[in-house]
């Protein structure tokens, strides 16, 4: 299992993707390559629509990687709008300082660096749209907090819900049991949270989005 969708439903889904533009591709590329998670290219053009339709004017992503989503985002964010991301690593924070200048975005992304938990509680304003994609266990304290520091009416995006397919099944290889464990508490928490209207939705590797009431 590393996908959740059959074979042939992956394939035709495919089959109407337009090329993307060169940095993209270098930036896929290049994570396949080094084995550097980044999102599902499936799961960043719904991201995208969302960022289109709700027009956000502050955008937190929690795990930058090597900025791929974080460069989507950006593109595609309005007037002066802006995407601020957090990354723990110090080798992937030196690789997406390389590719968000390369994209021309940095006047609207900022890279914080270091631990999210330790990084949040400073920041101050609220944002619109939060995208939670860091180590799995840490979702559900990360989620607390960002729950503070979420508009009313704002949206949560959380990555990797449905885990490889691992999350709905039986059987689970064992180098995925303690990950899968994490996601399945995480799932029951982000389903009940009060205050927050949510809905896993079966893109990429699944994709959880909540809007605060
Ligand atoms: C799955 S990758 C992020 C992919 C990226 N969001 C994208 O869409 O391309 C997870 C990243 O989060 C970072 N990370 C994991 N846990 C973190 C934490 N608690 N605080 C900050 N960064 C974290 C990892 O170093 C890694 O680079």
């Known amino acids: 299992m590393s996908g959740i969708l059959i074979l042939a439903q992956e394939e035709y889904i495919s089959s109407f993707r337009k090329e993307p533009d060169e940095l993209i591709k270098e930036m896929e ?13 499936q799961s960043a053009e719904f991201i995208e629509h969302l960022v289109k339709i709700k027009d956000p004017k502050r955008v937190l992503e929690l795990g930058t990687a090597i900025g791929y989503t974080t460069i989507r985002i950006a593109r595609v964010l309005k007037g002066k709008s802006v995407i601020h991301t957090v990354e723990k690593s110090q080798d992937n924070i030196a690789l997406a300082k390389q590719f968000i200048s390369k994209s021309g975005m940095e006047n609207k992304i900022k890279l914080l660096e270091g631990e999210a938990v330790n990084v949040m509680p400073q920041l101050k304003k609220k944002y619109d749209l939060i995208f939670l994609d860091t180590d799995k266990e840490d979702y559900r304290r990360l989620l607390d907090y960002s729950l503070v520091l979420l508009k009313r009416g704002g949206m949560i995006v959380v990555d990797n819900l449905l885990w490889h397919g691992y999350a709905a099944s039986s059987s689970v290889p064992e180098k995925y049991k303690e990950s899968t464990q994490h996601i399945r508490k995480f799932n029951k928490i982000f389903m009940k949270q009060p205050n927050l209207k949510s809905s896993i939705i079966p893109v990429g590797d699944g994709l959880g989005i909540g809007i605060k009431e």
């Open 29 to 41: 590329e290049y994570a396949k390559e080094h084995n550097i998670p980044i999102l599902y290219w």
